[in-house]
């Protein structure tokens, strides 16, 4: 009953599926919960999945990752070895790493860890089940389902998924490292809900990995609600580092109370096809929100950055720095809007897109697109879109290093723009290594978790070939 | 002084339309309302040759299958086209042989609008200008054509060229904006009434800047004109458009086509002052100007410019466009877009680089005022084939008031690796610090802004011929206010 057999990917087999476990989906919904599940369902029944007439999906088709056909679960499969799925040491659950197989909340045996400082954290399945009132209170309350099918989807199909809770005044006293690993022997389609509340003056930094384990072709549906309260502060970085055969639709929602800071790191080192819908609601004043992008594409990837960035009250920053190297038959997409309202006055709102083209087959479009409704303002965008700079080129090869050396060395300098705002020392260090490696056409799908690997790899330097100077 | 800045920029809005008189001329009128019949009857009017009907009932059919679009950031009133009048024609007693037989009503509306068809008056000056004047749905005078024809160019109305070389006619017409481009192109295509054509032979450089001056006179009738520039081999031609309305509360329609061919080495200059009626203060009547302007570099070389000067219009949807087919040819835009009360702009521009080495530049400044919302969208593409390409673009935008709104919607997309875009903007009202600067040395804070506006949009202004700078910098002080400028 509770698992679908490879079928494309259909609205009709959606709503039946729907239709058909109606009762199982359901079963832990506080009442309010479940308004907000089948109202999530009559607007998927009515919008659908995305298709290339819409506007913000002109360019990003689906077609081809819909008619693969997937699995889908409405259970955790049977038990797996979660060691010989992470490769890496898994510490101790009470560290802060939480692990997630296929969508599905890993352990068990401690679905909620509450922490000694008030912070919760772990499975929103349990979460729903022990603090329905705290998950009403916020649940489906940003994530719009009203104009976006997966959304919808997702809220509709909610099980599982991730809850943070940092209360007020609480400061996370390290990373939580977020771990999605996709392993299954099918072709299988999920879908995680993630839920996460920082306080009033609370800080978290929340590494979140989305990683694929083979190279089984996979469909996440993927829905992140962030709520940031009054001078709540969170540093936040995904990592997208999976196989050719996969299709990743993440959306996150932010919604920033007065005076809250949001620092969000987007980096995608590989993935068949990649949309990343990123919103931001300022919902006070004075708030700040920065996104970095970066995005090393190649073979026939294909990434999406759609970002909406909502001015809604006077005084907040925004900046969107996202930038890209295409090589092969990869294409980009990014996609800024930034909206700000009647009433944000003093709205300073900057948006920047940077490619590289390393091929005459790999593609970019760009869309950095301003929507303002008031004078007080300073926004600006710039988009460039080239190849490496001829003149730095030279510069390098009349000091003697060699052209591939020098090509290496500029890429991985433009990168590094994105890569040097990372926070976390070791995570930046890390990422460093594995845009290096990228770049030499060396890193191929997930490396495993980013923070813990027992056998941290060798840096890698750039050698100055003296032997063809 | 912030409240000072703000009272100016109050008055700003209070600019009125200079050219919203009517004229009484007598004038006859196709019957109301858009159908197979009507078509047949401009085309018989016309008396056009078999193979332009066949032309327009195939447009009016495609027309039929097409719904407006409803892209662009525009609220746009539902348009009942069977209550507009799509023919509207001064009546004149005989064909016209000399200046002293157009209707004295006629010459006396052009010179307030200040345009003097007086060819006598004009040769007097150092350089003419000649103008094809166009009121309502014909063109009435086209000055200059004898001097014009010893060099070969032919530059007349596009009824005249329909008449005297339909082969050139047939062979250009629609073959940059052919009729099924858009609703509104089908629509022009369908029921056009005039225009200008021009055609520059082969290695001729245009002695003298062409005009076509656009005047809408008649209540409730919609203007659909139609140019079409031809620049032979290594030809060169500066082309200006201007246009006025009288004021009236219901909205008018305005469905253009422009379609400029640039052989190898050849260069055309549009320029445009658009001043269609914006309506008045409460956003009540004005001009729907609903235009489609493409040009295509044909040749190795080519070079097509635009420059235009929107301050007129309730609302405004328009891009004017480069094909960049031939190698090294280069497509230039230039905008400077104010609007004002409760104006809507939709307008930008799009480079296609399909040759080699092609550049291309646009530089777009939008300024909004009043309750207006002013969008500059526009698109680069840079095709596989279109190697070393280059492209430049900065589309600033300036708001004046609290309760305007100014967009930007650029599409890049870029599709090799040894091409080069470059795209930015920014978006801000008047800097406090430069209104102080001003005021500090004794410039008024109307001045000032005036002074600010001015510097921010010279960038364009200094593209357009002499003659038109001095109107548009005079129209851009018009729109923005008495004073300001």
Redesign the interface.
């Known amino acids: 009953m509770q698992t679908e057999s490879k079928e494309p990917v259909t609205q009709k087999r959606f709503i039946d599926l729907f239709e058909k476990n109606r009762a199982f989906l359901s079963a832990n919904d506080t009442p309010g919960l479940n308004v907000t599940r089948v109202k999530a369902m009559a607007s998927f029944a009515k919008l659908g999945f995305p298709d290339t007439s819409m ?1 913000s999906w002109r360019l990003t088709s689906l077609e081809e990752s819909f008619e693969r056909g997937y699995d889908y679960h409405l259970q955790p499969m049977e038990e797996v070895d979660v060691q010989k799925v992470f490769r890496c040491n898994i510490p101790h659950l009470d560290t802060a790493v939480i692990g997630q197989l296929n969508g599905w909340y890993v352990s068990k045996d401690v679905p909620l860890m509450e922490l000694g400082n008030g912070i919760i954290m772990g499975s929103l399945a349990e979460a729903r089940k022990k603090y329905p009132q705290l998950i009403e209170k916020y649940f489906g309350t940003i994530a719009d389902d009203t104009n976006d099918g997966f959304t919808a989807l997702n809220t509709a199909f909610t099980q599982d998924g991730v809850f943070i809770y940092v209360p007020d005044n609480v400061k996370s006293p390290k990373p939580v490292q977020l771990i999605n690993v996709i392993h299954h022997d099918e072709n299988l389609f999920l879908q995680s809900r993630n839920l996460i509340i920082v306080g009033s003056n609370a800080m978290l930094s929340l590494v979140h990995c989305d990683d694929s384990y083979n190279h089984q072709a996979s469909f996440s549906n993927v829905v992140t609600e962030v709520h940031l309260g009054e001078h709540g502060a969170m540093d936040h970085y995904k990592l997208q580092n999976l196989n050719n055969n996969s299709t990743l639709i993440s959306s996150v929602f932010f919604r920033m109370a007065a005076s809250a800071s949001l620092d969000s790191h987007y980096l995608s080192l590989n993935g068949g096809l990649l949309r990343n819908n990123i919103r931001v609601l300022f919902n006070g004043p004075n708030g700040n929100a920065s996104i970095y992008g970066l995005y090393l594409m190649d073979r026939k990837q294909h990434v999406d950055n759609n970002l909406f960035i909502d001015h809604a009250y006077p005084g907040c920053t925004s900046s969107e720095t996202f930038k890209g190297i295409l090589d092969e038959h990869a294409r980009a997409i990014f996609n800024g809007h930034v909206l700000v309202r ?1 009433d944000a ?1 003093k709205t300073d709102a900057r948006q920047s897109n940077k ?1 590289i ?31 490496l700079d001829q003149e730095s080129m030279f510069y390098l090869r009349q000091r003697g290093i060699g052209e591939e050396t020098a090509r290496m060395l500029l890429m991985f300098a433009f990168a590094d723009e994105i890569v040097a705002r990372i926070a976390i020392p070791q995570l930046r260090q890390r990422i460093e290594d594995m845009v290096k490696k990228r770049l030499q056409g060396e890193l191929q799908i997930c490396e495993q978790c980013v923070l813990h690997c027992s056998t941290p790899e060798h840096p890698i330097e750039f050698q100055i070939d003296l032997g063809k100077i | 002084m912030e409240s000072e800045a703000n009272n100016i920029l109050e008055e700003v809005t209070q600019g009125d339309y200079k050219y919203g008189f009517v004229t009484d001329i007598e004038t006859e009128y196709a019957p109301v309302g858009l159908s197979e019949d009507t078509i047949r009857y401009i085309s018989t009017k016309k008396n056009e040759p078999g193979f332009m009907l066949e032309f327009r009932l195939k447009a009016y059919r495609h027309w039929l299958t097409m719904v407006q679009p409803k892209w662009a950031h525009l609220n746009i009133d539902p348009i009942n086209f069977q209550e507009i009048i799509f023919y509207a024609a001064p009546k004149k007693k005989k064909e016209l042989t000399s200046i002293d037989e157009v209707d004295p009503e006629l010459l006396a509306t052009f010179n307030k609008l200040g345009i003097s068809l007086d060819e006598q008056k004009k040769l007097a000056g150092v350089a003419g200008v000649a103008v094809d004047a166009v009121i309502d749905s014909v063109s009435v005078k086209t000055t200059f054509s004898e001097t014009l024809s010893k060099h070969g160019i032919i530059f007349c109305s596009f009824s005249e060229a329909v008449q005297n070389h339909p082969e050139l006619v047939k062979q250009y017409m629609g073959s940059v904006v052919p009729y099924t481009d858009n609703y509104f192109a089908a629509l022009n295509s369908a029921v056009f009434s005039d225009g200008s054509f021009c055609f520059i032979p082969k290695g001729v450089r245009c002695p003298m800047e062409l005009s076509t001056y656009f005047r809408i006179n008649a209540a409730n009738t919609g203007q659909f004109e139609r140019t079409l520039i031809v620049a032979e081999e290594g030809a060169y031609v500066s082309y200006m458009e201007g246009c006025t309305a009288p004021q009236r509360d219901e909205n008018q329609l305005h469905a253009a086509i422009v379609e400029i061919i640039a052989m190898k080495d050849a260069e055309v200059k549009y320029s445009t002052v658009q001043n269609w009626y914006p309506g008045d203060k409460n956003g009540l009547g004005g001009i729907y100007n609903f235009v489609t302007k493409r040009g295509i570099c044909k040749g190795n070389n080519s070079k097509i410019s635009w420059t235009q000067v929107e301050t007129g219009s309730s609302i405004t949807w328009k891009y004017p466009s480069c094909i960049l087919l031939g190698d090294h040819s280069v497509g230039e835009f230039y905008s400077v877009a104010v609007t004002n009360n409760y104006q809507q702009a939709d307008t930008g521009t799009k480079m296609m680089h399909l040759g080699k080495n092609t550049r291309s530049t646009i530089i777009s400044k939008g300024i909004s005022a009043g309750k207006s919302n002013n969008s500059y969208r526009g698109l680069v593409r840079i095709s596989k084939n279109a190697i070393n390409s280059r492209n430049y673009s900065q589309c600033d935008s300036l708001l004046l008031g609290a309760k305007c709104g100014a967009h930007t919607w650029p599409y890049i997309q870029v599709d090799n690796k040894s091409s080069i875009v470059e795209h930015e903007a920014t978006t801000s009202k008047i800097s406090e610090d430069q209104l102080f600067y001003c005021q500090q040395r004794g410039i008024s804070a109307e001045s000032a802004i005036g002074l600010i506006v001015n510097g921010y949009a010279k960038e364009v202004l200094k593209q357009l011929p002499m003659e038109f700078a001095m109107e548009a910098q005079k129209l851009l002080s018009i729109s923005l206010e008495g004073s300001v400028g």
């Open positions: 506007e009647r006055a490619n083209l390393l091929t005459d087959t790999a593609r970019v479009n760009s869309k950095p697109f301003l929507e303002i409704y008031n004078d007080d303002v300073k926004c600006s965008h710039g988009s460039t879109t080239g190849q």
